[in-house]
């Protein structure tokens, strides 16, 4: 099942990450947007003053709804796809590595050649934003922890991309490091 997802990608695995050996990673796909996790978000709101100790003014801290949204549905894609792959998988209690591929829609002002290279499967990076180092990831991170690993602290070791597609979307590839003694 596993070899036969890795196969449909659209980029393929071997093409990105040549070391791989398909049968020691867990690989997950989701065709929708990536979204970066952004810091919460301020709500300020003017409060009845009750003693002169009092703040005239009370800050709440929230996380938007959107990503509240996608996180969840990441988790249970996630959960989803693992069942498929390894139905008795126990989330990894150990130093884990990551290969993500952020593929985004290009910009209306892209152009036909180079529309053209991604329809013929050329990859064509992307830098611009959201930043792909922490922000990309985190939502990411914060998804699958419980489920792929126990926390995300685990993550020892990531390759990154950021690309162009015409169709969006999120893949990713964990597996177990080796103990390196």
């Known amino acids: 099942m596993l ?3 890795l196969n449909q990608s659209s980029v393929g695995l071997s093409s990105i990450f040549p070391e791989i050996k398909q049968y020691d990673w867990l690989h997950f796909r989701f065709e929708y947007k990536p979204m970066a996790k952004q810091s919460f ?34 988790s249970w894609d996630t959960l989803q796809q693992l069942k498929a792959q390894k ?7 150990c130093p884990v590595e990551m290969k993500i591929i952020h593929a985004f829609e290009p910009p209306k ?14 990859k064509i990076y992307m830098d611009k934003r959201p930043d792909l180092i922490d922000n990309l990831n985190k939502i990411l991170g914060d998804a699958m922890q419980g489920i792929v690993y126990t926390n995300d602290s685990r993550i020892a070791k990531a390759s990154l991309e950021k690309i162009y597609s015409i169709n969006p979307y999120t ?3 964990v597996r177990k490091l080796p103990d390196e003694f």
Request: positive net charge; aromatic residues 10%; hydrophobic residues 25%.
């Open 109 to 122: 002002n892209f152009g036909k050649k180079r529309i053209e290279k991604l329809k013929k499967g050329i």
């Open 3 to 5: 070899e036969k997802a």
């Open 41 to 74: 978000k301020f709500s300020v709101k003017k409060v009845e003053k009750k003693s002169d100790n009092d703040k005239e003014f009370q800050v709440n801290k929230y996380t938007p709804i959107e990503q509240i949204r996608r996180q969840t549905d990441i």
């Open 87 to 93: 139905p008795n998988h126990s989330p990894y209690d």
């Open 171 to 173: 893949e990713i590839w």
